[in-house]
């Protein structure tokens, strides 16, 4: 989970990417935890509409990011 993300992050000195069962909603608290991105396969093409899902988590992303 994402607690056990924030832990993992603080152990490297380089950038780390979420993988794993991510969606929209768990964007902002993974990058609030250190993740310098995500990666999603099911979030996107798990989707009836797969562009306007790799939309929104792009736009999550880059809105968590910009904080």
Do not use: H, K, M, Q
Not at 17 to 33: M, N, Q, S
């Amino acid at each position: 989970g994402v607690d056990r993300f924030a832990v993992l992050r603080r152990l490297v000195s380089c950038p780390a990417i979420a993988i794993g069962g991510i969606g929209e909603p768990d964007v902002r608290e993974l990058c609030d935890a250190g993740a310098s991105g995500v990666a999603v396969i099911r979030a996107v093409f798990g989707s009836a509409d797969p562009e306007t899902a790799a939309r929104a988590l792009r736009a999550a992303v880059d809105s968590a990011l910009r904080r």
